[in-house]
């Protein structure tokens, strides 16, 4: 499987508009971040995890032509806004495009997207064909398993996909989702800055994490302006990464 960073950034995206800060001002790629998604495809099977803000972008900057489903890890804006854009893919398939997630999830799509679900429906709309997970579930070639975790108040799904597991928006993950993590190889983590948050992991509570994992690589997203790539990467422990929009991993 082929993973590919979409976007890495927090729900403001990087830069933040109007900020001078040395992450904002960066002129390097890596300190320029979309929000967060990422692409997984086989040979003959592509999903995108969370459709962003930047979801046309994200398309159109991997030149990504086909896509077999969306799977959301929860409702908040940064991870859904993006659903509307899938139509292209409707016209090129034929069909309606399958969305996975948990069923507060989809109820919540089904309001902010109520458009497309209405009786009487307009022309040039998308059409997808919403799915509640609550256990293994299969697209194509790949074996999605969700693994439910803390995101503040909130519970959300992350994915384990064979030796490769995403896990975004997290304050918490119950030791029952730690031993489905049990043995994965590649994880990627949110990591969102070096100071607490309240619904987030900081970069600190997500190595710890990492630490009790114990995969072979941990790879973090969904960092804020206030981590610069370079001097951030600096204060990680061996074997845990910052990711980078369009980061390529093989797994």
């Known amino acids: 499987m082929r993973v590919t960073f979409l976007g890495t950034g927090t729900s403001r995206g990087i830069p933040v508009i109007g900020c001078t800060c040395a992450t904002c001002s960066s002129q390097h790629p890596f300190n320029h971040r979309l929000r967060a998604s990422v692409l997984l495809k086989t040979a003959n099977s592509a999903v995108v995890i969370d459709t962003s803000v930047d979801f046309r972008t994200q398309m159109l900057r991997h030149r990504v032509r086909e896509l077999d489903a969306v799977v959301f890890t929860h409702h908040h804006v940064d991870h859904i806004l993006g659903l509307d854009d899938v139509y292209p893919f409707n016209v090129r398939s034929g069909k309606p495009l399958p969305v996975y997630g948990r069923r ?8 902010t997207f109520r458009y497309l679900f209405s009786e009487h429906r307009y022309p040039g709309v998308p ?23 803390a995101h503040g108040k ?4 992350g994915y384990r996909i064979g030796n490769f597991a995403y896990i975004t928006d997290v304050s918490g993950i119950p030791e029952a989702s730690v031993r489905k993590l049990t043995g994965v190889e590649y994880l990627v983590l949110g990591g969102l800055r070096f100071r607490p948050h309240v619904s987030h992991f900081s970069i600190s509570q997500a190595v710890e994490m990492a630490r009790r994992i114990e995969p072979r690589h941990t790879f973090l997203v969904h960092m804020s302006h206030e981590v610069e790539h370079f001097d951030a990467s600096r204060k990680l422990p061996a074997g845990v990464a910052l990711a980078y929009d369009g980061l390529v991993l093989e797994v």
């Open 154 to 157: 909130l519970l959300i799904n």
């Open 104 to 111: 507060e999830t989809l109820e919540e799509v089904q309001t």
């Open 127 to 149: 059409q997808v064909e919403l799915n509640v997970v609550s256990d293994v579930f299969q697209v194509g070639q790949l074996s999605i398993e969700p693994v439910e975790v």
